[in-house]
């Protein structure tokens, strides 16, 4: 029994050993299959353009990182940016090539130390604001006018120091770069156009930072102030010389009421008091009828031509120009006022008429402006 067991515990004499499936031969079919779908790959002409491309994407890609790392050493890309900052409202290109801080201190700096040189830019500007407000205007100005929009300030309103079409010459205008013997320093001089300026050259400071190059000031601030400033002259000319016209007109028709003013002045008491007593004289103008009332530009000088009263006296009293005008004014004085007044030998009195109003509607007056 024990031999029959056995017996039937070995293999069926029909089983084929070659058909059992050797070890790994599942992974080594797999890969095979892969290895015959592939099997293009063995062909020359593929691997040729396979390996150009991967090595023109890394030339590529080696390049635009060098060249993004690099770019802000490059003078021409400084320009190319702030064109592009202007175009494309973008304050974070511009604030990138312009070192903010450094431009408003330095404008700052030289126009405070310049501003008094020019009567004209001076006296039209007025009273210079505090260096932080000026800073603030310098930064909107900047921002308002990348984004596109208008800036508006009292300042720039009345001053028009900026021309309108600003942010459009940034974009338009011919930049010349010029090497200075600091090779970390460059000039970049722009023209602008203006109807005010007419031509304008500005001229700015790029310099080399750990950041790459930055504009860090106006080399030029002075040039642009005394252009400006002779603009405002012409303006200035051009307004006194319609303004003379206007008064000569008014002055004519004063004259057909008061004729050939005259004034004289001297010092004397009115009851323990101390006063300068102005009186003045007309000649009468026959050709009109109608009732007055006058004011006169009065000047005391002494015989040394100081000014000692520049004033516009206006009369109380109602004229007819028919009659001789007289009409006299007291001015009270303190006094040490008087006591001064008292070592001139000789006070002189200049008058002019400057106002007239008639009763018939006539009013005629060179103080209004």
């Known amino acids: 029994m024990a031999k029959n067991a056995k017996k039937k515990s070995k293999a069926p004499d029909n089983f084929d050993e070659e058909k059992l499936p050797e070890e790994g ?68 290109l ?11 201190n330095n404008f700052i700096y030289d126009f405070v130390n310049e501003i008094q040189k020019y009567k004209h830019l001076f006296v039209y500007i007025g009273e210079i604001p505090e260096t932080e407000i000026i800073k603030d205007h310098i930064s909107l100005f900047l921002l308002e ?19 309108e079409d600003f942010a459009e010459q940034i974009l338009n205008t011919q930049y010349d770069i010029v090497r200075t013997d600091d090779p970390e320093v460059y000039k970049v001089i722009a023209t602008f156009h203006d109807p005010k300026w007419e031509t304008l ?28 400033n002779y603009a405002l002259e012409k303006d200035y000319q051009m307004l006194q010389s319609n303004k003379n016209l206007i008064n000569d007109r008014i ?58 009263l520049h004033n516009d006296l206006k009369s109380n009293k109602l004229f007819l120009p028919k009659t001789p005008i007289q009409t006299s004014w007291n001015i009270e004085l303190d006094e040490a006022s008087f006591n001064q007044l008292a070592k001139n030998k000789n006070l002189i009195c200049k008058t002019h008429a400057v106002m007239v109003n008639a009763e018939n509607g006539d009013y005629f007056d060179i103080r209004k402006k």
Request: aromatic content about 12%; hydrophobic content about 40%; some cysteine.
């Open 145 to 163: 006018t990348i984004r596109g929009n208008q800036y508006h300030n009292e300042f720039y309103d009345r001053t028009k120091f900026i021309p």
């Open 251 to 308: 002055s004519t028709n004063i004259k057909k009421y008061i004729n050939n003013p005259q004034c004289s002045v001297q010092l004397g008491e009115i009851a323990d008091k101390k006063v300068l007593f102005i009186e003045l004289t007309a000649e009468p103008n026959t050709a009109n009828s109608n009732v007055i009332s006058f004011a006169a530009n009065v000047r005391i000088t002494n015989d040394e031509d100081e000014e000692i």
């Open 201 to 228: 050259q500005v001229k700015l400071e790029l310099k080399k930072t750990p950041d790459g190059f930055k504009f860090m000031k106006i080399l030029n601030l002075d040039e642009i102030m005394s252009v400006y």
């Open 25 to 92: 031969s599942k992974f080594k079919n797999t890969l095979h299959t892969i290895v015959s779908k592939l099997s293009f790959l063995k062909k020359k002409k593929f691997w040729i353009p396979l390996f150009l491309g991967h090595l023109i994407m890394f030339i590529g890609i080696g390049y635009f990182a060098v060249h993004e790392l690099t770019k802000g050493n490059k003078v021409n890309y400084i320009i190319s940016a702030l064109q592009d900052s202007f175009e494309e409202h973008d304050p974070v």
């Open 94 to 104: 511009f604030n990138s090539i312009a070192d903010i801080n450094s431009i408003s």
